[in-house]
């Protein structure tokens, strides 16, 4: 049974650690899903999957194709806030992972914050975070 328990929070600066990490090859592999809709602009995490709020339940397969393709063993979703869409789209995909036979061995995660946190501490880090204008968020 899937259940709010399963959702894990990371906080912005884990993640940054993840990435450089990954860069020298000495962590694990993640893939982080950005649910954003509409509000999709001023910026997003480097190499992250936008895949709107509306479609996560569509793209879990290729999500999860995804994970499998570049040996992710973490996901890392997030929105604005990560109040709902964020933890809604972590949900509906550990759904869909505990359907699967056998069940994938997968860390899911929830960007304590989301993006507007992480825009906060990271907007101007081109290491970590692409496309970002500080006149949206000022």
């Not at 000495?26 to 509409?38: A, E, I, N, P, W």
């Not at 479609?55 to 063993?73: P, Y």
């Not at 996901?75 to 994938?104: E, I, T, Y």
Request: net charge neutral; hydrophobic share 35%; with cysteine.
């Amino acid at each position: 049974m899937v259940s709010i328990a399963n959702v894990k929070y990371l906080e912005p600066v884990t993640l940054r650690q993840w990435f450089s990490q990954k860069s020298t090859n000495q962590g694990s592999q993640f893939l982080v899903v950005d649910v954003r809709d509409s509000d999709y602009i001023g910026g997003h995490i480097r190499s992250g999957l936008h895949v709107p709020s509306s479609r996560v339940g569509a793209n879990c397969s290729a999500i999860l194709q995804q994970m499998k393709d570049t040996k992710a063993d973490s996901v890392v979703f997030h929105c604005a806030l990560s109040q709902q869409r964020g933890p809604s789209a972590a949900m509906r995909f550990l759904r869909f992972l505990s359907d699967q036979d056998p069940v994938p061995d997968v860390n899911v995660y929830v960007l304590r914050g989301g993006f507007v946190n992480w825009q906060q501490l990271y907007g101007n880090d081109q290491e970590v975070t692409e496309g970002y204008d500080p006149t949206i968020w000022s």
